[in-house]
């Protein structure tokens, strides 16, 4: 059970726009922490998307957004391309535990 | 170019022990803290360990503290993983990590550690 939740799956087709949120709780998003999203095939090195909860690193393209509202956040792509198929984590910080804390992933499928 | 090179993985016993090495190039590596992150076979990413610039502070998931220590060399541009007693649990892909502003900016590849008989 990861201490931040997301959907298992999410899907679209080409050119479509698919959300995926990221649930925390008082302790860590809640408390004021930033979220952190990454891009992750398997087999390869995890890929930072957006860091403090909107900022996309240099070479991202703007087509990957990120928002943050209460103890939630959510990771929005626009104009779904086939390369974009991957599992995506949200990250933060969480007080309690004192470290950080990743949601459980979310398998993103390109129709 | 910024770089993360982790080596030292493994098939290794069940009780055994295995040192995980980090090589970072392309920064200033004394600058950063560094962190530890794993995913099991099947399973999602989860944070291990992270260690200051200076190596003065450690900070390691609670249910492998006693078991996994995080140290650096700045000279070496080099941070590792020490397990020990090891089980089948943790079995897993080991990524090494620059983490800034308590995010990951920069990783590595990866190390397969398989804990098996």
């Known amino acids: 059970q990861s201490v931040l939740t997301q959907p298992p799956s999410v899907s679209g087709a080409p050119g479509q726009r698919v959300t995926i949120s990221c649930t925390g709780s008082?302790?860590?998003?809640?408390?004021?922490?930033?979220v952190h999203w990454y891009q992750h095939l398997p087999g390869t090195a995890p890929k930072l998307l957006i860091y403090?909860?909107?900022n996309r690193p240099s070479g991202v393209p703007d087509r990957f957004s990120g928002s943050k509202s209460g103890t939630s956040a959510s990771l929005a792509i626009s104009g779904l391309q086939a390369e974009d198929e991957a599992d995506y984590y949200c990250?933060?910080?969480?007080?309690?535990?004192?470290?950080?804390?990743f949601g459980g992933g979310t398998k993103l499928t390109v129709l | 170019e910024m770089q993360l090179v982790e080596s030292g993985g493994g098939l290794v016993q069940p009780g055994g022990s295995l040192r995980l090495s980090c090589a970072a190039s392309?920064?200033?590596?004394?600058?950063?803290?560094m962190t530890w992150v794993r995913q099991a076979p099947g399973k999602g990413l989860e944070w291990v360990a992270s260690?200051?610039?200076?190596?003065?502070?450690?900070y390691c998931l609670d249910s492998l503290k006693g078991r996994f220590t995080i140290s650096r060399d700045n000279a070496r541009y080099s941070v590792y993983l020490q397990m020990n007693s090891l089980s089948a649990e943790d079995t897993a892909v080991y990524y090494c990590?620059?983490?800034?502003?308590?995010?990951?900016?920069?990783w590595g590849k990866g190390t397969t550690v398989i804990v098996s008989s």
């Open positions: 990250q933060s910080y969480d007080t309690r535990l004192s470290g950080s804390v």
């Open positions: 392309g920064f200033t590596f004394s600058s950063h803290w």
């Open positions: 008082s302790s860590n998003i809640g408390a004021g922490y930033d």
């Open positions: 403090g909860n909107i």
């Open positions: 260690i200051n610039q200076d190596g003065g502070k450690e």
């Open positions: 990590g620059r983490f800034f502003s308590y995010h990951m900016d920069v």
